[in-house]
């Protein structure tokens, strides 16, 4: 028996743990780890796996422990914050076996780091980026010469992204340091399980442990195509369970439908999710572990593991959009391995509804998205070799290669790269260069230093925005930075809080709005959230298209149809029904769009090419049309989702569309993206993070679009460049994909089909642009907030002849004959809340004294605003009740002779015109 070999120590804490028989994954790991491989375990939440990896390493150090010095284990974890959990269970292992646990990450105090160099403990719980700290301390870097085995939780978390990169050269560097430590990496349930071997091992056999395919998984797609809202099929399906997870897509969507369970269901939930406080987070994982709440509303943010007890079933709202993301979440349901997790996910209708079937299809085959390694990222590079120079001094270009392409994201890196990484080092003055022996060497600058320590992390720092709506004054949402960056220019559109907002102004900390109600697309402002569709699912949408098309030519029994279906991606008989519906009326219409060919159909402006290929191939190819079409019929709007690409057209139509298709240059294809996407938001977005990470500009300044634009062309033909399109066509465009697809279009393997007109399907893609949580405020209900607003402000009265006369009024309350109850005069000034100055200047005036300039200004406004009492009564105080309306453009507002509504509504206007120009006017006023 596995724990029959275990240390007597380790046996006698597994008793007082209670712990009776090991897990599978204990089992089938055990022998692998304890004898020194390298291993990579897959498996679900709930399965003992931290144990299963710890109690192994754990019984080794005891039996060899006299000859082992601190810091023998690094157990490394992508949360800064070790799920609270796992660490009072290493802690508690620690104290019956008696060594030291230390806890380090960013937010670890000077004094307590200062005692981990001088007293280090066996074992430390870091993140990547503490990693990299500790390589370069002085005293830690003695220590971390003992280390002799390394554990990566959560390591499917790392290697599609730029932490990951940081993490495979930081460990060739402790390599330098440690010699050949055990590396033993944890994972969720992933497709290309080499690949993740070879990242945690690259030089090295790894064995791989996988017990994620000995789970069972129930899946079940259910519609609310019925008439059942989603709220009562939730409620429904909590009724029936104890426990249950409802996983949302974005923070957006949880808070929306957590405020609507709150209302609407008869059981109390909470939400959790990133954007809230720590605090609340715990809060909410306590009530449901204590079984206090049946049902937690939540994002991503409980997909690693977080101790929550026992979940019955797991809910996913709306598609998951990715099968690997599904079996992750649905996996936190039955605890353990021999227990069947339950995962249902609720759909909607359209795209929806066919994405989850397939997903639901893929996962009961255990079909997984492809896993990506991040390769070759250079502003990684570019931190690793100031790390290994703040390490050695100096080293020769040819080391620092070899170094590097031990790590699997560099392994296919040459040494001319590394030299021209060097190269920019030195142009921006981090590094030196010279030659010695006939070979290129480099050596460290004296700030190097500060650069180092400043970009420890990968990871951007972005900050959040608030949106204030101009009508009611209110603050509505908060947006990412990334959204404001890429998408927020003024007058464009976003959706948030279920409304559709058109963008008045952007400031430094805000984003100026009003509410829309126009039938122009609107973005998501939770865009930035959702992960892409990958291929896998796309074309298993295009495969159930092309199979209810032929069942329904051949006019097959519908209760056959439903039961293949039911079977293999186990739907509805409500999601059945709906998806049924739509390729009836596109059978009807003529063609299917599938996985097999490229379909493009245009009426008035728009064309839509129908293309099962994902959210990154389409994007790539995508922009490839509209750049290509440009400089024939000008500007081209282009949108994309996974399974079409729809453009706007200024002129021209889908014929000459699927004609640039054909003639597509592929040698030109990448020259082309670089060439047209320098000037996108997107890019220059993404171009100021890398600017950051490389140490061109500095980490914590904001800078303006215009300076950026400049540094993006002085560096047009170096790696800054290069890398921000690197992170872009790794990240939001699959290039290789679009071009591999354009082959197969050009050599008659994929066929085009041309149609005039709008299909049902490519109706569906353009409509789900205007699609709202909510039904939009109109332009009425808009105006009457507006209004109610405006005849609500307070202001001041002052009169001008007496001063002896000051009242505090609001609008709405207001006679239309004003006039002094003191001396009976009709000049009566408007002062705002804040302008009580005003009053002091009027009696200071009246007494005789003299006025100073800005005194003189405010006692003629005052006077100005008392004309305009004199001529137009009550409409003169709503007019100044406006906010940045002032007395000139009250003036102005008055002369056109409007009253009632209509004053209002130019009151509105001139608001829209305030918050849109402020900025201009607040600094021509500074300067002059």
């Not at 001088?118 to 990299?132: K, R, V």
């Not at 789900?768 to 507006?786: G, H, K, N, Y």
Request: proline fraction near 3%; include cysteine.
């Amino acid at each position: 028996m596995v724990w029959g070999n275990l240390s007597r120590e380790i046996r006698n804490a597994l008793k007082e743990r209670g712990f009776k028989k090991p897990t599978l994954a204990q089992i089938e790991s055990f022998e692998h780890i304890v004898s020194n491989r390298n291993t990579l375990l897959i498996a679900p939440t709930g399965v003992g796996k931290t144990e299963a990896v710890l109690l192994p390493v754990f019984d080794r150090f005891l039996r060899e422990r006299e000859r082992l010095k601190p810091i023998s284990i690094l157990y490394i974890t992508p949360l800064r914050s070790l799920n609270r959990d796992m660490l009072s269970r290493i802690l508690w292992w620690s104290e019956r076996l008696g060594f030291e646990v230390s806890v380090r990450h960013g937010d670890t105090g000077r004094y307590e780091r200062g005692m981990q160099a001088a007293n280090p403990a066996d074992m430390f719980i870091i993140t990547p980026e503490t990693l990299q700290a500790m390589l370069v301390g002085k005293q830690l870097r003695k220590h971390l010469a003992n280390v002799k085995w390394v554990i990566i939780d959560e390591v499917h978390e790392l290697v599609g992204n730029k932490r990951g990169a940081q993490l495979a050269i930081g460990l060739e560097r402790l390599k330098m340091l440690a010699g050949d430590f055990q590396i033993i990496g944890i994972s969720a349930t992933i497709r290309d399980k080499q690949e993740v071997a070879k990242f945690i091992s690259p030089n090295k056999d790894c064995v791989i442990v996988d017990v994620t395919e000995k789970k069972r998984v129930c899946v079940s797609v259910i519609s609310t195509s019925d008439g059942k809202s989603d709220v009562e099929i939730i409620e429904r399906l909590v009724a029936r369970h104890n426990s249950v997870l409802i996983f949302t897509n974005t923070r957006e969507q949880a808070e929306f439908l957590s405020a609507r369970l709150r209302t609407l269901s008869q059981f109390p939930i909470e939400t959790h999710h990133s954007s809230l406080s720590r605090d609340v987070r715990v809060a909410g994982e306590r009530l449901f572990k204590e079984g206090k709440i049946k049902a937690l509303v939540c994002t991503s943010s409980l997909e690693l593991g977080i101790d929550i007890g026992s979940v019955d079933l797991v809910i996913q709202y709306f598609s998951p959009r990715q099968v690997s993301k599904f079996l992750q979440r649905s996996g936190r349901s039955g605890h353990k391995v021999e227990m069947v997790s339950k995962g249902v996910i609720i759909t909607k209708h359209g795209d929806d509804c066919f994405e989850s079937a397939a997903i639901a299809g893929l996962a009961k085959k255990n079909m997984l998205e492809p896993t990506i390694i991040y390769k070759k990222a250079m502003d990684v590079l570019m931190h690793q070799i100031a790390g290994l120079l703040m390490e050695y001094s100096k080293l020769s270009v040819r080391k620092v290669w070899d170094v590097v392409k031990h790590a699997y994201p560099y392994n296919d890196i040459k040494i001319e790269e590394v030299m021209d990484v060097c190269s920019f080092m030195r142009e921006v003055r981090l590094i030196s260069m010279f030659e010695e022996g006939k070979e290129a060497w480099i050596r460290a600058r004296r700030g190097l230093w500060k650069y180092y320590y400043e970009n420890l992390s990968t990871i951007p720092d972005t900050k959040t925005y608030k949106v204030v709506d101009i009508v009611s004054g209110k603050e509505v949402a908060t947006l990412d930075e990334e959204f404001v960056n890429i998408y927020c220019l003024p007058n464009a559109r976003f959706i948030v809080k279920g409304q559709a907002w058109r963008v008045v102004d952007v400031r430094e900390q805000s984003v100026m709005v009003e509410p829309y109600t126009g039938r122009e697309a609107s973005i998501p402002a939770w865009i930035g959230e959702l992960i892409p569709v990958h291929a896998n699912v796309a074309m298993e949408v295009g495969k159930i298209r092309r199979l209810l098309g032929k069942w329904i030519a051949e006019e097959k029994d519908k209760e056959d149809m439903y039961r293949y279906m039911k079977e293999h991606y186990s739907i509805d008989i409500h999601a059945f029904n709906s998806m049924l519906d739509i390729m009836k009326r596109q059978v009807k219409y003529s063609f299917i769009p599938d996985e097999q060919a490229v379909y493009i159909e245009g009426e008035g402006d728009y064309v839509v090419i129908h293309s099962c290929n994902g959210s990154m191939v389409n994007e790539a190819l995508g922009k490839i049309i509209a750049f290509l079409l440009t400089p024939k019929i000008g500007s081209v709007v282009m949108e994309s989702d996974p399974y079409r690409i729809i453009l706007r057209l200024q002129r021209g139509n889908e014929e000459m569309v699927a004609e640039v298709l054909k003639s597509v240059d592929l040698s030109i294809v990448k020259q082309l993206l670089a060439m047209h996407m320098k000037n996108s938001e997107l890019f220059m977005w993404r171009f100021t993070h890398v600017a950051k990470r490389m140490g061109i500009i500095k980490r914590d300044a904001s800078y303006g679009k215009g300076y950026i634009r400049k540094l993006v062309d002085v560096y047009q033909s170096d790696i800054p460049f290069k890398e921000t399109l690197n992170e872009i066509f790794t990240e939001k465009m699959d290039v290789e994909g679009a071009m591999e697809m354009i082959k197969k279009i050009r050599c008659g393997q994929m066929g085009i089909f041309v149609k005039k007109g709008l299909s049902p399907l490519a109706t569906i893609g353009i409509e789900a642009r205007f699609e709202l949580v909510t039904t939009p405020s109109m332009e009425s209900e808009i105006f009457d907030v507006f209004k109610k607003r405006i005849m609500d402000t307070k202001l001041m009265l002052v009169c001008f002849n007496c001063a002896r006369y000051i009242e505090h009024v609001i609008a709405r309350d207001v006679p239309q004959d004003i006039k002094c109850p003191k001396c009976g005069a009709k000049l009566i000034g408007i002062v705002k809340p804040w302008e009580e100055e005003k009053v002091k200047v009027l009696e200071k005036y009246l007494r005789g004294k003299k006025l100073n300039k800005e005194e003189d200004r405010m006692l003629t406004e005052l006077l100005e605003s008392a004309t305009l009492t004199i001529t137009y009564g009550k409409q003169a105080v709503i007019a100044m009740a406006g906010r940045g309306v002032g007395v000139a453009t009250a003036k102005r507002i008055l002369a056109k002779m409007k009253s009632g509504d209509e004053l209002i509504m130019e009151i509105m206007r001139a608001e829209r015109e305030y918050v849109r120009t402020k900025r201009y006017w607040e600094i021509e006023r500074y300067e002059t």
